[in-house]
């Protein structure tokens, strides 16, 4: 009998739904809308929907999946599989889902932090194949990431470890979403880069990214590095900075972490030369030398299946 498993990634706009093998491989995938606004009990309707869709689209019986694994965003507590009221799932609080799947499909499940997930998959089946101390960072809307060391991965005290997007930059800077002032997510997050260019608009500065902006009118960090690649100074100068941003947070998680790698995925990458260089020299002017001698930076290479891949590798986890 081939060995499957279901890997589920959920986010406050859709659900990811995988089957896969042992070998990393995604033999059929589903994506549904998550709808969050209607709540947790449609939410977690359309959960088990996108289960049975995958289950069928694989032409395989619900017998033949021996785990499932499921990512979520925090805050969470991943040893009862409870969700604790996530800022993109509005209503969740204190929903016990592992159990509430478990009654449905009397399998071994894993209830576990999305960015930790995928950080998991990304260590087993992308870029951080082999490596033992591994870091996962995620750069687009916000920032996220997950820490492996030792081969295991970092979870903390209730599963909600290595939130790095919400480590201080600068506690006087602009307010995160979090709450806090100061975040890395609130200087360096595709939603930063875009808000930075909405402030030089406003006080005036000439350039041309108000001109390429999206049919509603919103100024995004693709419209920023479209600019910067018109050669618009604004744009250039923006960029810089979205470089020096990472390139120093960077030097805190090598610093906090030491990891051998730091795989960095998301929207962000999609961009990847036009920052990585001065992010680099940012990130080894500002860490220790002992941390980031050998510590290599590279662009993660599972892509947008990452959350889904992670998911199934915590399901894989629980039956090897």
Same mark, same amino acid.
């Given at each position: 009998?081939?060995?499957?498993?279901?890997?589920?990634?959920?986010?406050?706009?859709?659900?990811?739904?995988? *089957?896969?093998?042992?070998?990393? %491989?995604? $033999?059929?995938?589903?994506?549904?809308?998550?709808?969050?606004?209607e709540?947790?009990?449609?939410?977690?309707?359309?959960?088990?929907?996108?289960?049975? =869709?995958?289950?069928?689209?694989?032409?395989? @019986? !619900?017998?033949?999946?021996?785990?499932?694994?499921? /990512? +979520?965003?925090?805050? $969470? =507590?991943? %040893?009862?599989?409870?969700?604790?009221?996530?800022?993109?799932?509005?209503?969740? +609080?204190? *929903?016990?889902?592992?159990?509430?799947?478990? !009654?449905?499909?009397?399998v071994?499940?894993?209830?576990?932090?999305?960015?930790?997930?995928?950080?998991?998959? %990304?260590?087993?089946?992308?870029?951080?194949?082999?490596?033992?101390?591994?870091?996962?960072?995620?750069?687009?809307?916000?920032?996220?990431?997950? +820490?492996?060391? @030792?081969?295991?991965?970092?979870?903390? #005290?209730?599963?909600?470890? #290595?939130?790095?997007?919400?480590?201080?930059?600068?506690?006087?800077?602009?307010?995160?979403?979090?709450?806090?002032? /100061?975040?890395?997510?609130?200087?360096a997050?595709?939603?930063?880069?875009?808000?930075?260019?909405?402030?030089?608009? !406003?006080?005036?500065?000439k350039?041309?990214?108000?001109?390429?902006? =999206?049919r509603?009118?919103?100024?995004? #960090?693709?419209?920023? &590095?479209? #600019?910067?690649?018109?050669? =618009?100074? &604004?744009?250039?100068?923006? *960029?810089?900075? %979205?470089? &020096?941003?990472?390139?120093?947070?960077?030097?805190?998680?090598?610093?906090s972490? @030491?990891?051998?790698c730091?795989?960095?995925?998301?929207?962000?990458?999609?961009?990847?030369?036009?920052?990585?260089?001065?992010?680099?020299?940012?990130?080894?002017?500002?860490?220790?030398?002992?941390?980031?001698?050998?510590?290599?930076?590279?662009?993660?290479?599972?892509?947008?299946?990452?959350?889904?891949?992670?998911?199934?590798?915590?399901?894989?986890?629980? *039956?090897?």
């Amino acid at each position: 009998m081939v060995k499957l498993v279901v890997g589920l990634d959920l986010g406050g706009t859709k659900i990811a739904t995988c *089957v896969m093998n042992e070998d990393g %491989e995604i $033999l059929k995938k589903v994506t549904l809308s998550t709808l969050a606004h209607e709540g947790p009990d449609a939410v977690i309707g359309r959960i088990i929907e996108s289960i049975y =869709d995958v289950i069928r689209l694989a032409n395989i @019986n !619900k017998e033949d999946i021996l785990a499932i694994g499921v /990512g +979520v965003p925090g805050p $969470l =507590d991943s %040893e009862k599989g409870l969700i604790k009221n996530p800022p993109n799932l509005p209503g969740w +609080v204190e *929903v016990p889902l592992r159990d509430i799947l478990y !009654k449905e499909f009397k399998v071994p499940l894993a209830i576990e932090n999305d960015a930790n997930a995928a950080a998991l998959g %990304e260590n087993i089946y992308g870029s951080g194949k082999g490596i033992k101390n591994f870091m996962y960072i995620t750069i687009s809307t916000g920032i996220g990431g997950g +820490v492996v060391v @030792n081969g295991k991965l970092l979870k903390g #005290a209730s599963g909600n470890a #290595a939130e790095i997007g919400h480590t201080t930059i600068n506690f006087e800077g602009p307010l995160c979403g979090c709450g806090n002032r /100061g975040c890395w997510e609130a200087y360096a997050s595709g939603t930063a880069l875009a808000r930075f260019a909405r402030e030089g608009i !406003k006080n005036g500065i000439k350039t041309i990214i108000k001109d390429i902006v =999206d049919r509603e009118g919103h100024i995004k #960090a693709e419209h920023v &590095f479209t #600019a910067a690649k018109q050669g =618009d100074k &604004f744009a250039k100068e923006l *960029v810089d900075m %979205e470089g &020096f941003y990472l390139g120093v947070g960077l030097a805190n998680m090598a610093n906090s972490f @030491n990891p051998n790698c730091i795989a960095i995925g998301g929207g962000i990458t999609n961009q990847w030369d036009m920052f990585y260089e001065h992010m680099i020299s940012i990130m080894q002017e500002r860490a220790l030398k002992a941390n980031v001698e050998g510590l290599k930076v590279v662009k993660a290479t599972l892509g947008p299946d990452v959350g889904v891949i992670g998911a199934a590798t915590l399901a894989w986890r629980l *039956v090897q």
